[in-house]
């Protein structure tokens, strides 16, 4: 138990001391820094300030202090709509809520007699440090999952617009533009801004699109600009191929929610199969039970 108990508090002191000294900047993260437009809080009024902001940046020092590379779910990070340094509070947080819920949950059934050893109560600990700090990853996924189902339908519904106005004689450039603005939700103000990003710079919405796609990670946004730039350098018809494109991702999304309400119904077939099984049981073990008996 003493060997436990100092093994513990060394790793704590040594991971305290780790995350104070000054490390040599990830190369990701410096070019990352570098690309960024800087910001000095008196050129926008609405940049956040407070102890929250010092707190995350602070968190993620920490986290990359430690080994660990946020990089990996930059696309998650993008597509929620959450910085690397709020993942990194958020990670941290996660980690000293869990672990003090199960050490008040350990302290107290001593309270009330049921006694756990002590290495039990740290195991506890330990187990919630490390179920927080992991979760948060897990939450993360999961939204962002959430966000590209939602993005995947208001593409599909975009790329209807987009045939639409096709049909009515737009040309598919400025159909693309005229969808992105008519639309309203996140998922549009993205593709509104690869549009208007692919106009600032002179490029083709090809690239605008591209750029998306490697930013949140949606595989049919890639897709849809490997299309439009087949379409412009082999000179087929760009109609024909967003129509096929609209038409894919409408099948796609049906096949999806029909998978989604086969899996409801498998579920919500689990409860009566344990309520006839136990029925079973219930008016099955007397007649078991007598025939045991003269036997």
Known sequence: MTALVGALLGAGIWLVGRGLVRRPVPLLRALRDFHEPRRDGTDDASEPSGWRVGAERRALQVVESLGFDL????????????????????????ALAASGALA?????????GLAPPVWIILLLIVLGVLGGYVGADAALRKKAAERREEFLRAL??????VKILVAG?????????????????????????????????????????????????VA?????????RLTAEQGASPSDALACKA????????????????????????????????FVMFVGYPALRSLLEML
Not at 104 to 112: D, Q
Not at 220 to 228: G, H, K, P, Q
Request: glycine content about 10%; cysteine-free.
């Open 104 to 112: 008040v949950v350990g302290y107290g059934a001593r309270l009330v």
């Open 220 to 228: 049919d946004v890639e897709e849809l600009a490997a299309t439009i």
């Open 156 to 161: 599909s519904a975009y790329l209807d617009l």
């Open 169 to 217: 004689g737009s040309h598919s450039d400025g159909a693309l533009y005229q969808a992105a603005a008519v639309g309203s939700g996140w998922a549009f103000d993205e593709l509104k801004a690869a549009m208007d990003w692919s106009r600032v710079n002179g490029r083709p919405p090809s690239a605008g699109f591209q750029r998306l796609a490697d930013e949140i990670g």
């Open 247 to 278: 038409e894919m991702l409408s099948a796609l999304e049906l096949a999806n929610a029909r998978m989604k309400a086969d899996s409801t119904t498998e579920r919500m077939s689990i409860p009566t199969v344990v309520v006839a099984i136990a």
């Open 71 to 94: 990089g990996i779910l930059a696309e998650d990070l993008r597509i929620v709509g959450r910085s690397h340094a709020q993942h990194a509070f958020a990670k941290l947080s996660g």
